[in-house]
């Protein structure tokens, strides 16, 4: 497949409309609408239904679609570290990270960088480790910030000297509030929603031992920030890393760590054997001297 009918192909997805799409990529549209079709032809699948309305994708474009987006990105960033030289330092650093206390670190990182070498951009990836790993392994990230645990074989990582703590997010006016802790027993039949990314939830089932099956689990949620706004609307109580939540609002939310108290860490972590661009190679030591400072 040429990557730039892949690119004519998600520009008539996003648009669901050839003459937009046309428009946009500065072609016409029997040209676009020949491409389309030769692609269909080439994959033996029909990749769009054209109604009166637009166009939609059939199964089979939704899943191509998900596919182009991640081959065309990693298209564009191969060209961007191929025009890299090592005598000017330059081109974009992608970092995936989930929502832990150690970002508060990266602002410095990046500024005392952007110092040395003014022309390296960056784009921060949010997402939980599981997605974040799976970009790594796809070349569609250079360095990912891992809440551990988290399988590690495959990466070379940096362990950040940072505790990630568990702390339960509850409603402001909650009687609950009112305590400096919360226990597990506590928790026993109040609904709560948990992480949902499996390693972790293991990690807190360890946790929570004899009493796991005395939990009242009413949702999962792979992010903090939407986890708190169930939390708001008095939908239950949120088990989450103290620092995915910044930006508390303490008048509406609180969060109270639990008893005994639990914490946890996390890594800067990238693939072993990994040809690396100039500018992520010096950023990783960069980041070494850092944290060695």
Known sequence: MDIRVLKYFLAVAREENITRAAELLHITQPTLSRQLAKLEDDLGTQLFLRGKNGITLTDEGLLLRRRAEELVELADKTERELAAHEETVAGEITIGSGELAVVQLLPEIFSSFKKKYPNVTFDLYTGNADQIKQRLDNGLT???????????????????????????????????????????????????????????????????????????????????????????HGFGYALVIEGSLPFLDNSRLCCRPLSPERTTTSVLAWKKNQPFAPAVKKFLGHVFDVLNN
């Open 142 to 232: 250079d360095i990912g910030i891992l809440l551990e645990p988290v399988e590690i074989e495959k990466y070379d990582f940096i362990r950040f000297n940072v505790p990630e703590r568990w702390v339960v997010v509850m409603r402001a006016d909650d009687p609950l509030a009112k305590k400096e802790s919360i226990t597990i027993k506590e928790l026993v039949d109040l609904p709560l929603i948990f992480v949902k990314r499996q390693s972790i939830r293991n990690e807190l089932e360890s946790w929570f031992r004899e009493h796991m099956d005395k939990l009242n689990i009413a949702a999962t949620s792979n992010m903090s920030t939407n986890a708190s706004i169930l939390v708001e």
